[in-house]
């Protein structure tokens, strides 16, 4: 008779014993974590053993490569808001960590990362998938710790949460020795934590508050720029009134795209480096100046030398860093976004005199819209992000990759509420749309999730896949594919006499091939008419799928700030 292959039910009672890594997962717990990006190793198997015990506390998501699991993450932790965790192992691990812990910090993205380390008897001695991550991580977090002690573990993780989702959001890196994940605890741990140096301000100051009232009544020519710390303090509202309140221009920074309705009528579109004409010279016109939230990076202002040089500046930032750091400003309010708007909204609103300075803008609205090549036939990037937005009403989660394809995303999807844009703003990663669709996917389980994407960046974390095909999550990857890496070429034709070195690519996997090997649906348009015909129906599915949509390869980001050169010296405003 064969014997069963069906191994036998044990009777063994052995008692469960608890370990280091318990005291983590049940620290997790008590942070009410749900979902976890993670991918195990040899110095995280205690934790990853824990985990199988606490089977039903968690939903796992495993990325086919660590950089793709932090970059979900991001985008997790962009649509929930919610501090995220990462787990990756030691060494390698911990290493391919880097981009997405960087992308983090420059972007505000609360993630808590616990990577895996070498036992503490063999830290230093380079040991087997041994790397230095407090020394790499410092520069790039917002805190980092290395746990020493057991009984400390509970303590630094309920802290590493408190940073990472107060004040100015960012990552924090929790970096445990396999012996310390491995140790059997046998006695009461405490977790309360006391941080008397970390104390953000929150509150704004009700004399700069009234001090920012003042200009505002006084000033001619206003404009308010947003940023993202509106979207991470959920200040959307709060903005809007205030605008109307006081019937104030708009713009917005790259990442602040939302905060503010983009069909509003006082919005001028996005400022910066590919930003409108109405955005920009209202920046450069301007005689008062509100940030909200926005970091003064050099991408918004071009030439600082040129940046506003009539205005009064006041900057409203929770990170105090940030106020005055790159433009002189009269007014600081150290605060939370939507705390400081809210005192703004509490104070009696009066008429402002500035009807001249409106229709100005109103005019330059008007006069230099955002334009573009027509045609009848091939595909033109912006035609194609225009229907994407037509297609989906406006409504989808937009994920994006970094180059030509992001910037006409921000120029030509219209958000009109918060948390619906995805995207690498201060480090500019590529490979970073796909993989933060998925996140933004797991958060926002009912929505219409884009990640729109270039072929070249695609292709740096496209193993992901996996995932799609694993969970039958709906992403629909757009590619916009020149066959180029688009932005590099543009700079190449207008800066280096198109002397195209490496930026073009000819040979491509064939994406609707790729797509069925991972048991998706797979598309490819070259037509304005399969444009017009296919895509509405293949993204409003509940179908994951992929559309290579094959795109004019010389079409350049219109208009355009020149390295060097100030917000109102742009070239491409208008049609020829």
């Known amino acids: 008779m064969r014997a069963s292959a069906e191994p036998k039910p044990t009777t063994d009672t052995k008692p ?72 990756g192992t030691s060494g ?59 009984e400390d573990l509970p303590r630094i993780v309920n802290e590493a949460f408190h940073i990472a989702s107060t ?27 006391h941080l008397p140096g970390y104390q953000p301000t929150i509150k704004p100051n009700p004399l700069q508050i009234n001090k920012l009232r003042e200009a505002l009544l006084i000033a001619k020519k206003p404009v308010v720029l947003t940023g993202a710390g ?21 713009t917005s920074t790259l990442l602040g795209l939302g905060a503010f309705p983009g069909d509003h009528h006082r919005f001028l579109g996005m400022a910066g480096m590919h930003g409108t004409y109405a955005a920009n010279m209202a920046l450069y016109e301007c005689d008062l100046l509100i940030n909200i939230g926005g970091r003064f990076d050099d991408r918004l202002t071009g030439n600082l030398k040129h940046f506003a040089p009539n205005a009064r500046v006041a900057h409203i930032d929770i990170d105090p860093a940030e106020i005055g750091k790159n433009v002189p400003t009269e007014i600081p309010i150290v605060s939370d976004a939507k705390r400081a708007i809210d005192k703004l909204n509490e104070l009696e609103p009066a008429a402002l005199d500035h009807q001249e300075w409106m229709e100005k803008l109103e005019n330059n609205k008007q006069n230099y819209p955002l334009w573009h090549n027509e045609s009848e036939d091939v595909i033109l990037p912006q035609y194609l992000l225009r229907k994407v937005h037509q297609f989906t009403k406006g409504e989808a989660v937009v994920t994006t990759d970094v180059g030509q394809h992001q910037m006409w995303a921000a120029q030509y999807y219209t958000f009109n509420r918060p948390d619906r844009w995805v995207t690498s703003g201060g480090l500019g990663t590529m490979g970073f749309g796909f993989p933060a669709a998925i996140g933004a996917q797991i958060a926002a389980k009912d929505s219409t999730v884009v990640a729109i994407v270039g072929d070249g960046g695609f292709q740096m974390t496209m193993q992901e896949m996996s995932l799609l095909q ?6 629909k990857i757009l590619i916009v594919n020149n066959q180029a890496l688009g932005m590099v070429r543009q700079w190449q034709e207008k800066f280096y006499d198109e002397r195209y070195s490496h930026s073009i690519i000819e040979t491509q ?55 060097g050169k100030g917000s109102h010296e742009m070239i491409g405003v208008m049609k020829p």
């Open 92 to 150: 390698p691990g911990a290493t391919n960590l880097i981009t997405g812990i960087a992308d983090a910090m420059m972007d505000s993205l609360p993630l808590v990362v616990f990577t895996g380390q070498v036992a503490k008897s063999v830290i230093g001695t380079d040991a087997f998938q041994e790397s230095d991550v407090m020394g790499i991580t410092t520069p790039i977090t917002k805190h980092n710790y290395q746990v020493q002690d057991l």
């Open 470 to 475: 694993e969970r039958g999550l709906p992403v």
């Open 230 to 250: 509106i979207l991470h303090a959920g200040g959307s509202e709060a903005l809007k009134q205030f605008v109307e309140n006081y019937d104030v221009p708009v």
């Open 167 to 193: 004040g100015r959001p960012g990552p924090v890196v929790v970096d445990i020795p396999k012996d310390i994940s491995a140790t059997v605890y046998e006695k009461d741990v405490q977790s309360e934590f």
């Open 509 to 563: 996997p064939d994406f609707v091939k790729l797509a069925e090997a991972y048991g998706l649906h797979g598309y490819k348009m070259e037509s304005v008419q399969e444009i017009d015909e296919k895509l509405d129906a293949i993204l409003n599915n509940d179908k994951p799928a992929i559309i290579d949509c094959r795109v004019v390869q010389l079409e350049n980001v219109y208009p355009m700030i020149a390295p």
């Open 16 to 87: 469960i014993v608890k370990t280091g890594a318990d005291l983590l997962v049940e620290a997790l717990i008590d942070q009410k974590v749900e979902t976890i990006f993670g991918y195990p190793g040899g110095a995280v198997l205690p934790i990853y053993d824990a985990l199988y015990r606490a089977e039903g506390s968690f939903d796992h998501v495993l990325p086919r490569h660590e950089q793709g699991g932090i970059h979900a993450a991001e985008g997790y932790a962009r649509v929930s808001r919610k501090p995220t965790v990462v787990i």
